[in-house]
Nanobody, 128 residues
Framework: EGQLVESGGGLVQAGGSLRLSCAAS????????IGWFRQAPGKEREGLAC????????YYANSVKGRFTISHDNAKNTAYLHMNKMTADDTAVYYC?????????????????????WGHGTQVTVSS
């Protein structure tokens, strides 16, 4: 059974940076898509970025493009989300998700319904 474990959340000052990690284990896909999402209280889950573990292709939401960077270390089966110039609006629970990297990843990879496997989330709080 596949498992995703996020880490790296915490408290950061506005303007600061943070790096989240998502360690994947127990998956048998030849290549997979990993997405990062966040959910603030009272809001819907928002797709931020996703990456294809095979091709390395990445996709970003307009809201974080230029500030957030997704990456993946195949040797460690770990994905990362580097967040820069953070603001109070970035405060949320951050989740990583994984599924087979199909042909629809390019236009569905930032949609929560694309993924079957989810981590439990890590809290990120940005103080202003």
């Amino acid at each position: 059974e596949g498992q995703l474990v996020e880490s790296g959340g915490g408290l950061v000052q506005a303007g600061g940076s943070l790096r989240l990690s998502c360690a994947a284990s127990g998956f048998d896909f030849p290549e997979y898509a990993i997405g990062w999402f966040r959910q603030a209280p009272g809001k819907e889950r928002e797709g931020l970025a996703c990456i294809n573990s095979g091709s390395g292709n990445t996709y970003y939401a307009n809201s974080v493009k230029g500030r957030f960077t997704i990456s993946h270390d195949n040797a460690k089966n770990t994905a990362y989300l580097h967040m820069n110039k953070m603001t109070a609006d970035d405060t949320a629970v951050y989740y990583c998700a994984l599924d087979f990297a199909g042909s629809s990843m390019a236009w569905n990879g930032l949609t929560p319904g694309y993924y079957h496997y989810w981590g439990h989330g890590t809290q990120v709080t940005v103080s202003s």
